[in-house]
């Protein structure tokens, strides 16, 4: 009973997903279900204030703009510098145990993007570094300790363009779900500590990191500030773990990562994927390893209850794009890893 439900569950959302590719619902790169449409009117001033990425800010003396749509066409014809948008959205609590995306298409040139006052993502670079990322299509996870769901929840875009069409542009702008994520006990997703180079004693739960420089996970480093970086970099993370997994056996998931990489948990190695470059100075070997989902085994007793523990991962890109670029991740019980891939090998066959 339980194996025919499974089938026809599936079965059901393959098609109501080729139905949604079709209406434009879904970004069908990602598997990505639109569930708050937020094209349509939002709130646009020209310039740039610290305090307009505040949840608390009036903003209801700006401009009403359409989004998407380039604001050359809206009344700002041959602006070119800072704009700000914000837009007010509410999120039913059906949505709290999935895990949501904003999606805002393209954006001319460069966007920082706040929700509730916390900065959830950004791509290209602003002055005086100034790196485009106009055809880099916007799509950011949403931590949901940031939602208030049931509640209002406020938007703010800045965004710097230096000539012809700026603004958001284009795209089906909204918050989205991934129906066939895997649900995490614990996400670790949103700043890490990043730091270009290569140094093994960065493994160590005691390394000084404090002036290494801030980079949101999951995110492609080059839209961070490292455009065009090839080469080591290094990935660093303290949490405080208060939960209590009962199995013996948990699973680090670390999404997408190009090209390789080597993982350490509290100083201990527990995975890898690809081979890197020996002290000899032999060839690293990366393939296709920046398609793989990293799933890193590890026994539960290797976190720290109520106590600090690092993770520290070292990432070798060859070229193209770098870093760990695609969720999810966090922590998941063994069993429900192994159930997850079940269910997804029964839906694909």
């Not at 290209?124 to 996870?141: E, M, S």
């Not at 690092?310 to 890893?337: C, H, K, L, M, W």
């Amino acid at each position: 009973m339980r194996t025919n439900y499974t089938f026809w569950k599936f079965t059901l959302i393959s098609l109501i997903l080729n139905v949604l590719i079709v209406t434009g619902l879904i970004a069908s790169d990602y598997n990505l279900i639109r569930i708050k449409n937020l094209s349509g009117s939002w709130k646009f001033s020209i310039g740039e204030r610290e305090e307009w990425v505040s949840a608390a800010y009036n903003d209801t003396d700006w401009e009403t703009i359409m989004v998407p749509s380039p604001w050359e066409n809206q009344g700002f014809y041959g602006y070119n510098g800072f704009g700000f948008y914000r837009k007010t959205f509410t999120i039913s609590n059906e949505y709290k145990d999935k895990t949501l995306y904003l999606v805002l298409g393209y954006i001319d040139d460069v966007d920082e993007t706040y929700l509730n006052g916390k900065k959830i993502g950004s791509t290209g670079t602003f002055p005086p570094n100034y790196n485009t990322a106009y055809n880099a299509k916007r799509i950011y996870r949403v931590p949901k300790k940031l939602i208030n769901f049931n509640g209002p929840n406020i938007l703010a875009v800045k965004v710097y363009d230096s000539y012809q069409a700026g603004g958001i542009v284009s795209g089906n702008i909204g918050i989205y779900i991934n129906p066939f994520e895997i649900p995490l006990d614990a996400s670790l997703e949103g700043e890490w500590k990043f730091q270009t180079g290569d140094d093994l004693e960065r493994k160590s739960i005691n390394y000084n990191d404090s002036k290494w420089d801030k980079i949101l996970v999951p995110a492609k480093w080059e839209d961070q500030g490292y455009r065009d970086y090839d080469g080591y970099a290094w990935y660093r993370k303290n949490f405080y773990y208060r939960g209590s997994f009962k199995e013996e056996t948990l699973v680090l998931l670390l999404g997408k990562i190009d090209d390789v990489d080597e993982v350490y948990l509290n100083g201990v190695k527990i995975g890898m994927t690809g081979d890197f470059v020996d002290r000899e100075g032999q060839r690293i070997s990366t393939g296709q390893h920046y398609q793989a989902l990293r799933g890193y085994f590890f026994p539960a007793n290797l976190l720290k209850k109520d106590q600090k523990n690092t993770i520290a991962i070292r990432v070798y890109d060859s070229g193209g794009d770098g870093g760990i670029y695609e969720g999810p991740v966090g922590f998941v019980s063994q069993t429900r890893y192994i159930e997850y891939w079940r269910e997804r090998k029964r839906m694909k066959h």
